[in-house]
């Protein structure tokens, strides 16, 4: 039996690549009649929405925004005290800057031993980085009606710069301290809002009230998140049971749920005199709530550190809990950092929930502007909730492309 | 390999008795890793343990730091006995270094201070004492000039004599090495038996699994055959190679060489 010689067909005709848009346009576009007919309905549809949009951007009465910006930004903060907010501002400009010199200098360092080329951030890349947020700083100014903000403005811009350069020349032994530093900027930041009859917490509104809500929530939520993923992993029958019964319970619920019972069942339980706030009620719900899905991020990430990292460690002699706090949690908290910072997001948008018990967040400070006489009935909610919306999207956005770039720079899931 | 390497000398005295198991049992649920192990081994002795893959060489050696529990009889590392004692293990895990198949070495630190972790947080050395008796170790191993590197930046062999140097930074008194070139590419091989000879020759006791007939033959005071977790045979490498007396080492020798 003779075997056939297999045949091959001609190698298919080539596709010539395309020259030039109209080229392109004929082979995607309008390579048949009904496709020709779908582009030029949706060509109308889509010019039709863009002007629009831009009728609608430039038509928009924005007094509304302009008279309440100080409400939205941080709700019902006494008017005469409007130096606190700046100062805690100038506190945060200050430690983003010694901050990023610090790391900057610490990535040129590194570098510098390992023998690699260090290819140094210019200020172009950071601007580019961060446009979304530049671009709202513009906005957000654009609304201002005196130039005072402005001009502080671009103070806090300097203040950040010189703070980065002051990172990036602080000598090795002073470096490691950065962390103190950057404690005490935040104490600082809220001694000057709250200090010295200022306002506390339990007073504030606006954007201020959601950053706080967030970071707050977030950075205590960790300790326990933590907490709860290596009780999750105890050997003890209790602790797991304890860990898993906890995490799972808040799991299953929506945080909505969770805040209603801080705030009610919270009151219901402690005596009137001892009641905390209703904001403090709500950002003990945020930590427990938070802490449950922080314990689940973290449980990842101690999944993606190989068995051999331990059997490693142990075989060189080190005590279990030297071996989690020197090899494996290192490992493990930087391959969360994606997800946690993706947690940190969704909470960042969240916090507007808090709006359903009455608390001036930015969402509803948005809303109940539009009962002011002088808008009432003007069908304005679009403008301002528009607002709110740039205002979330753009600290999200910026965080999620940060996130994305930390993770490509730490290797993570490469491994 | 074997052409390409001269380890001609093998023959040393064998002291003292360092390791000792006695009837050493270790299940997995129901399947019996090792069956009733018998093993005496002196100091400064080199015992090659070989055999087909799931015969419980591995588990063997993970018994003597540990790693593993064994269910019954009696493992002795230098007059310790291995116990549910934590101090015990602590202990004998100071005096065993351990080379893995897979090198794991800690990706976040970097190649000094993989080498200096134990010896500052299980010795207490000072960062200096630890810094210097590390470039030491490293030099041993021919790397002290990627010491600042991380060691995804380096190669398998260049990795897995990190790790040597890592087991070594605690002066342990036994070196286990666990299949230590299966999972390095040929060429890298040399580099690494290279060393291991070198510590060999030095008078380290050493207890090694691998698939390394040429270096089993040139270093080997014995050679281990283990099988279905038993010690099938047990020889001077001439005697093993050239004259195996089992069925089994018989065939698994005809079927590697």
């Known amino acids: 039996m003779t075997v056939e010689a297999p045949v091959f067909e001609e190698t298919p005709p080539e596709v010539e690549p395309a020259r030039g848009a109209v080229d392109w346009a004929r082979k995607n576009l309008f390579n048949n009649w009904y496709n020709s007919l779908l582009t030029l ?99 957000i100014l654009s609304f201002t009606t005196t130039v005072t903000p402005t001009l502080l403005t671009i103070g806090a811009l300097v203040a950040a710069l010189g703070a980065y350069y002051l990172g990036r020349v602080l000598p090795r032994a002073i470096r490691r301290w950065t962390w103190l530093i950057a404690v005490v900027l935040i104490v600082a930041a ?41 009780g999750r992993r105890s050997p003890l029958p209790v602790i797991r049971t304890i860990s898993v019964t906890y995490i ?34 709500m950002l003990i719900a945020i930590i ?63 916090t507007t929930l808090v709006a359903v018990l009455g608390i001036t967040e930015l969402l509803d400070a948005t809303f109940i502007v539009n009962s002011q006489s002088a808008y009432l009935g003007k069908g304005l909610f679009v403008v301002t909730l528009s607002f709110a919306a740039l205002v979330f999207w753009v600290g999200s956005y910026t965080m999620s492309r940060e996130s994305r770039r930390l993770e490509r720079k730490l290797g993570v899931g490469e491994r | 390999m074997t052409a390409t390497m001269d380890y001609s000398d093998a023959t040393r005295a064998t002291g003292e008795a360092i390791i000792e198991l006695e009837g050493v049992d270790k299940f997995f649920g129901d399947f019996q890793a090792l069956k009733d192990i ?35 009889g009696r493992v002795m590392v230098d007059g310790i006995e291995l116990s549910d004692d934590l101090r015990n293990i602590q202990e004998v895990r100071r005096e065993t270094g351990m080379v893995f198949q897979q090198f794991n070495l800690f990706p976040h630190l970097t190649v000094l201070d993989n080498v200096t972790l134990a010896p500052r947080q299980v010795r207490k050395l000072p960062k200096r004492d630890a810094e210097e008796l590390a470039m030491q170790m490293l ?119």
Request: hydrophobic share 50%; proline share 5%; charged share 15%.
């Open chain 1, 41 to 139: 309905a949706l060509a109308v549809f889509v010019i039709w929405a863009l002007l629009a949009l831009v009728r609608a951007l430039f038509s928009a009465d924005y007094e509304i925004i302009q008279a309440n910006l100080r409400l939205f930004m941080i709700g019902g903060f006494p008017a005469d005290q409007l130096w606190r907010p700046w100062a805690a501002t100038y506190c945060f400009t200050v430690l983003f800057g010694v901050v990023g010199g610090s790391l900057s200098a610490g990535a040129r360092d590194r570098a510098t031993e390992a023998g690699l080329p260090h290819v140094r951030t210019t200020f172009r890349q950071i601007v580019i980085r961060f446009w979304p947020i530049v671009g709202l700083i513009v906005v």
């Open chain 1, 190 to 230: 809220y001694v000057a809002l709250a200090g010295f009859g200022g306002v506390g917490w339990q007073g504030w509104g606006g954007l201020q009230l959601n950053l706080f809500l967030a970071f707050a929530g977030i950075l205590i939520a960790f300790p326990f998140g933590l907490l709860l993923a290596l």
């Open chain 1, 248 to 281: 799972e319970i808040v799991r299953g619920v929506p945080l909505i749920t969770v805040l209603l019972a801080g705030a009610f069942a919270i009151g219901f339980l402690i005596p009137r005199d001892l009641r905390p706030s209703l904001v403090t009620r």
């Open chain 1, 288 to 350: 427990a709530f938070e802490a449950a899905y922080i314990a689940e991020v973290v449980r990842g990430g101690l999944q993606a550190v190989p068995r051999g990292q331990v059997e490693a460690a142990q075989a060189v002699g080190l005590t279990p809990w030297r071996t989690m706090r020197l090899i494996v949690l290192p490992q493990a908290l930087r391959a969360t950092i994606p997800a946690m910072v993706g947690q940190f997001i969704s909470l960042f948008k969240d």
């Open chain 2, 38 to 72: 018998n093993m005496r081994i002196g100091q400064q002795e080199v015992v090659v343990v070989i055999g087909p893959s799931g015969g419980g060489k591995s588990t063997l050696i993970r018994c003597i730091n540990r790693l593993e529990k064994h269910d019954a």
């Open chain 2, 139 to 257: 030099k041993r191993v021919k790397i002290p000039e990627q010491a600042r590197k991380y060691p995804g930046q380096l190669s398998g062999g260049q990795q897995q004599r990190v790790a040597i140097a890592r087991a070594l930074a605690m002066q342990p008194k036994v070196m286990l090495f666990d299949e230590p070139t299966s999972a390095l590419d040929p060429e890298m091989i040399k580099e690494v038996l290279d060393v291991m000879v070198e510590l060999a020759h030095g008078g380290m006791t050493m207890i090694v699994v691998t698939h390394e007939m040429g270096f089993a033959r040139a270093v080997a005071n014995r050679v281990v055959f283990m099988a279905d977790g038993e010690i099938v045979e047990v020889g001077t490498p001439e005697h093993f190679f050239a004259d195996p007396q089992e069925e089994r080492t018989k065939l698994f020798l005809s079927q590697i060489l």
